[in-house]
Nanobody, 125 residues
Framework: QVQLAESGGGLVQAGDSLRLSCTIS????????VGWFRQAPGKGREFVAA??????????RYADFVRGRFTISRDRSASAVYLQMNSLKPEDDAMYFCARRVGAPTTGAFDYDFWGQGTQVTVSS
């Protein structure tokens, strides 16, 4: 069993920054990926960023709408993956989730088997 827990969300103004954290505990595999997704009210869950947790390279992937503003990173010693979000926009307002899958980072939510409970990011204009 794998557990993921997000933190770091909050209420900010447009243009501000936030750093989300995803801590991972439980059984891990030699090669798996961690992704960040978000879901706004009335919308589906959409891919934000992902990287390879272990194995060769980091395999970082970003959604086009966050490229240049968001940065995903990992700290294996802390069993954590981070999402640094800069220049936040009102359209970034959503619940943010981290998730894990075995294998390379992908953009499809259905590829991921373990999910955290989410952390809310609210951006006021």
């Amino acid at each position: 069993q794998v557990q993921l827990a997000e933190s770091g969300g909050g209420l900010v103004q447009a243009g501000d920054s936030l750093r989300l954290s995803c801590t991972i505990s439980g059984r891990t595999f030699s090669s798996h990926a961690v992704g960040w997704f978000r879901q706004a009210p009335g919308k589906g869950r959409e891919f934000v960023a992902a990287l390879r947790w272990s194995g060769g390279g980091d395999g970082v992937r970003y959604a086009d709408f966050v490229r240049g503003r968001f940065t995903i990173s990992r700290d294996r010693s802390a069993s954590a993956v981070y999402l640094q979000m800069n220049s936040l926009k009102p359209e970034d307002d959503a619940m943010y989730f981290c998730a894990r899958r075995v294998g390379a980072p992908t953009t499809g939510a259905f590829d991921y088997d373990f999910w955290g409970q989410g952390t809310q990011v609210t951006v006021s204009s």
